[in-house]
């Protein structure tokens, strides 16, 4: 169908053209609203009248940022990236990602499972509460997605034609670019500097040789392509529930270092037990927070290498090459650097949301100004410290030493 | 036009078609030739009958390998991509390619200039010739073909887009991963190995520390996109005489690291360098191509960081970033793995033509059974210092000291 603005009005419309759509309804009457998703997209719930359980979300990009408007051109060609990512998620973590009941690239729309019974982790997190499953199902999206989309599991062919689908997303790795390795480090005019950190940030500004270190995590994130990443893995980019794990909002998908969606779980991470020395106070759930990201690098390290000890052939390997004990020996050396970086990331991935123009809630938003003043600087502090030595960290131990010792004035 | 594979005699009436090509060769009686190019293609030279200096070369790939006839297929889109790579080579270093007069993508075909008064670099190596303009010749073409591909020059955006024209070379890439990064290292149905280092061949298939580094420069060949490669850039694909150099046959060029071409350039001269050990015993010819290789890195890295001095914005550098001493020590590191990497894949291409399908003229094809022997165990000795020792390597005097203090006993 050629491409045309959805409204609340035509969506249902649009829905009952398509035929599995029509049958999931049945013949109730639909009721729709727009809920919205941030910024970029047209998010519709539309549900069943007589039984509002029954629901999806229609999901639509038009081709301009919808939180500024028409003035503020972006292709929605970036819909097609999305739906590409999650029929990827679809066949290789299921139960991950929300079950996609129509796609439509020409449309830039997508119809998927509509989430009732979860809301967003950045949410859960700061109402303090547990989700035991975290862990463990965030690991197996990790190493799944990451593993089955690179070099070490598909051959040199597939790999190549693989990226041919992602390769196009321009626009949106244009803006990693910007605004998660270059702006929020300088003087620029999208930056959010809080009035109270004024004089802080222009001595973060002008920190030079942590800015060598972002230009080499910046020069990687653009020419490295590992595997398929989901380009966005904040914890608002996922819903929860004590049971469940769905990762949405693939938009910003393409195929580039193993280390960068880790390190944006894991920023976002830090940046909620930082959030919570300043609103909960609560020890035991910070704690809480501490032990899921270490159980994230142990249980995806050991998912993504039984993942590779499973398989004997790829681009990157061939049967008899190299003897059991050395491949190990590579193994671990790969796994080591994929740590790393994923340290380096996470930095970055702290560090943009101090002055950068998108700040997280849990930090931006605390109503004291001190308090909001003291989480940002050990925030920024903290992702100092990741960036300036990622590269020499050996183990998980001196990775939680940096992030419980940092003090706002060390 | 539709694909079809043109002879001896339809060649001529094809290149009378084409407006520019018939002007070239005004109202003259043509005369063809098949020369062959080797392996790959179909290649003629066509010539005026009263005036032989009026000629031009026409290259066309068939789908499958010439060599091997019509049951080893092989895409002939091959084609596509060295086109491409020509085009670029015309807008970047019109004065180091052959004139492009005629590409045709769907009959896979290009005609270009003739280069009647220059020989392949590698006949001109074996013939103890001194081109005393060929390392800064080739250090132009190093630094322009790869700075201009790269997130150093061109925008994000750009890069990208330039990528896309490339990413599809799929099958030679693979031809690369499988001959140059794997089977010369292992017991392989396509090696070829002299009857006299069947002892030594066995030794070496079992150096696992050295097929450790081997998979980490592979595994960089297909992940990391840092510049468009000629991507097989021996001194077979090179032509020259005292005055003039010419890049030929890119058809394996696609986007990886910035050392490949730089490597396989520089495995190729230590060849040569190795092979007059043992044929003219030339000590003054030796050093001329030490000297040689030490210019074309001096010359390389000046030339490369002159064109990066001159741009101050790209996809890595967004101006008022950093300070300008810091980007100098960015830049000094960043120029020093693209040296070390130059000698790692220069190990790898030195290695895979001692008992790989593809040697080398000057060292397989020594008629003495004991000095092709102790060429063969020579190579092979510095390959394997290049390859575990590359990224130590911090100057040129300890490389140089490498190639020349290698025994064969060593």
Redesign the interface.
């Known amino acids: 169908m050629n491409f045309h603005i959805l409204t609340t009005k035509s969506v249902k419309e649009f829905l009952l053209t398509i035929p599995n759509i029509k049958e999931f309804f049945d013949d109730d009457i639909l009721v729709s609203q727009e809920i919205g998703d941030g910024n970029l997209n047209f998010v519709f719930i539309v549900k069943s009248q007589k039984d509002p359980t029954k629901a999806l979300i229609v999901k639509q990009a038009v081709p301009y940022l919808r939180c500024a408007g028409k003035d503020f051109p972006l292709s929605r060609q970036r819909m097609s990236f999305e739906i590409r990512a999650l029929q990827n998620y679809a066949k290789l973590v299921p139960s991950l990602a929300p079950k996609i009941y129509y796609e439509d690239e020409e449309m830039s729309l997508v119809v998927m499972q509509y989430l009732s019974e979860h809301i967003i982790f950045r949410k859960g997190l700061m109402k303090s509460n547990y989700y035991d499953n975290f862990a463990e199902h965030i690991s197996i999206f990790l190493a799944h997605t990451l593993f089955y989309t690179s ?1 070490l599991y598909l051959d ?2 597939q ?3 693989f ?2 689908n992602f ?2 997303n ?2 949106l ?2 803006l990693t ?2 605004f998660v390795f ?2 929020p ?3 620029h005019e999208t930056n959010f500097i809080d009035e109270n950190c004024l004089n802080e940030a222009k001595i973060f500004f002008s920190k ?2 942590f ?2 270190s972002v ?2 995590l ?2 990687k994130f ?5 595997a398929l990443l989901h380009g966005d893995l904040h914890t608002g980019s996922i819903m929860v529930n004590k049971k469940e794990t769905f990762v949405i909002d693939p938009e910003f998908a393409f195929f580039g270092p193993f280390g960068f969606d880790i390190g944006a779980l894991i920023a976002n991470l830090i940046n909620a037990y930082i959030s919570h020395f300043y609103e909960s106070g609560d020890k035991a759930y910070q704690e809480w927070i501490l032990q899921t990201i270490k159980e994230i690098f142990e249980k995806f390290e050991l998912k993504f290498l039984t993942l590779w000890d499973a398989q004997n052939e790829s ?4 049967p ?4 059991a ?2 491949l190990s ?2 193994k671990k ?2 796994m080591k650097k994929v740590f790393q970086d994923s340290i380096g990331y996470a930095g970055c991935k702290m560090a943009r949301r101090v002055f950068g123009i998108a700040g997280v809630e849990e930090i931006r938003g605390l109503k004291d100004a001190n308090k909001r003043k003291e989480a940002n600087l050990r925030a920024l502090k903290t992702s100092v410290k990741l960036i300036e030595n990622y590269e020499n960290i050996e183990n998980l131990d001196e990775l939680m030493d940096i992030i419980t010792k940092v003090q706002k004035n060390s």
């Open positions: 070099s040199s062919s790999k190549r034609h990226m041919d390769n196009a321009r626009e790795c244009k670019e910007d270059t702006f480090y300088m003087e030079m040789q800015k060598r230009l080499s910046k020069y653009m020419s490295q392509s590992d681009a990157l390997i061939t008899n090459f190299i003897d004990k050395t020996e590579f050396d790969f």
